[in-house]
């Protein structure tokens, strides 16, 4: 019985294959047509989205991973240097808290002063995929970190900084590391540098990489493994703190449009409604906002304006930005104090550093301790969506940031710590996530941020889709993206940044 019903899932999906090659104008082979059918279904013969949701909840009450917080300077193997009062790992790797000092033409405060993480090795966060009957799965794992709400989150497959991996912590060894730094037995999907949060890092990045193994290789799954499809993250990524920065990070990159066309007719909706409707595996009752994605993500769409325009609007709002930035002793930022416990802000806003000791009884090492950023309060970031010629844009904000390699990063329409501003003065469009009025909500969720470097911190990550009345007008900074123009703009890096991916990671297809 399960022969005949492996056999029947496979035929299914070689039918919806040859059907959304037809629908789509796929020509040739195609890495992104397999990313679009593992987005369409839930279809697991080893686990359900349930029993991963039931799986997440064991994990989180059952495993001991404790995190207390413990003053700064009693974190062992960590200390402020006698000259600069920088937070160091005795190691010299990881991560340090240094100062930073800004000075930029943009926005109402043009000068200041705040302590930053700084760490300059590139870490690696990758997916490893495979084929099973034809579809394509993602081994993710169960991760614990320090500063996650709910301890676990799924995340990728290998989650690991340089100093972890070449284990200066003198831990165990990371699993499944040889398929992304020696390419072993893999086939490479995506490979690309991707910054971090910008106003908390300076200058980090990470290599985001999805690599695919042979369909008939067998791996040992370890036991905070699971395969999944990708149509399950993006369902466990609706649910609140559940799929980690790192994930949604990775999976942002993946594009569903075809790499080349046979023909450059218009894609009719109707015809691919009836594609997904007509297949046994793909979700169902079907998603008209993912089916306008997937259309206008095609290559065949015209957009607002064409790349060229929105590379010379980027450069010329790059050339009239001054950011000066300057790596300063911490002893020597402005308005900042620090006690034995935690450095803040004179006015109690922004954020905080405080050190924790973690006791873990499924990591690399089991008890270490580490200084962490704690945020004051919940943000929004959010994109307004709007059809404009019958394709899906995201207004888009040009966004500075005092941590960011070039000057301006591709941002959600608002990102922004609302508490950190009075009634009067919130960021251009936040009105309109505040106070939706007509506009539809795609969805409305709580994710978390990087748990390794911040504790707790969870913002509310929101996708609205305004009507036709809502203005088209383009504020300075601000620039209208085809869906399709957005997924080109990321596979380069400096342009998106993690915010706005994270919220293009929850997009569910179907």
Known sequence: MARMLRARILRDVQKL?????????????????????????????????????????????????????????????????????????????????????????????????QPIIYQPEVGILGLLTKKIHGILYFLVQAKAEPGNINTYQISPTVQATRSNYMRLHGGKSTPYLEYFLHRKHAHVLIDQLQSEQGARFYRKRNRNIIVRIADDEDIEVGPRFRWLTLGQIHHLAQKDNTVNM?????????????????????????????????????????????????????PNVTSLHSIERLLQRVT????????????????????????????????????????????????????????????????????????????????????????????????????CITDNYTAGDMPPFTDTFLHRGRATTIFDVYQSEEGGRFF???????????????????PDFYMWLSFKQFKEFIKFSNFVNVEARSILASIKMT
């Open 246 to 298: 790192d994930t949604r990070s990775i999976i942002s990159e993946i594009n569903f449009a075809p790499e080349r066309v046979n023909a450059l007719a218009t894609v009719g909706p109707k015809k691919l409604r009836d594609v997904l409707e007509s297949s046994l595996i793909t979700n169902k009752p079907m998603n008209e906002f993912g089916i306008q994605l997937a259309i206008s993500s095609h």
């Open 17 to 113: 294959h040859r059907g959304l090659q037809e629908a789509l104008y796929f020509s040739g082979e195609s890495k992104n047509i397999d990313f679009y059918i593992s987005s369409l279904t839930d279809y697991n013969p080893f686990y359900s989205t349930f029993d991963i949701e039931e799986w997440l909840k064991t994990l989180n009450t059952s495993q001991y991973f404790d995190v207390k917080q413990v003053p700064l300077t009693e974190l062992q193997e960590w200390q402020f240097h006698k000259e600069t009062g920088d937070l160091e790992h005795v190691s010299g790797g990881f991560f340090s808290i240094r100062g930073l000092r800004v000075k930029t033409n943009i926005g109402e405060v043009t000068e200041w002063s």
């Open 316 to 415: 010329h709002e790059k050339c009239n930005c001054i950011i000066e930035t300057q790596l300063i002793p911490l002893n020597n930022v402005e308005r900042w104090r620090r006690t034995d416990h935690e450095i803040f802000h004179e006015a109690q806003r922004y954020f905080s550093v405080m050190g924790v000791r973690i006791d873990a009884s499924d990591r690399e090492v089991r008890t270490w301790d580490q200084p962490i950023i704690k945020q004051k309060h919940s943000g929004i970031v959010g994109f307004v969506v709007k059809e404009i010629d019958g394709v899906l844009h995201f207004l888009i904000q040009l966004k500075m940031e005092s941590g960011v390699m070039d000057l301006l990063e591709m941002a959600p329409t608002v990102q």
């Open 456 to 474: 707790r911190e969870s913002n509310q990550n929101i996708m609205l889709l305004v009507p036709k009345s809502f203005p088209i007008e383009e």
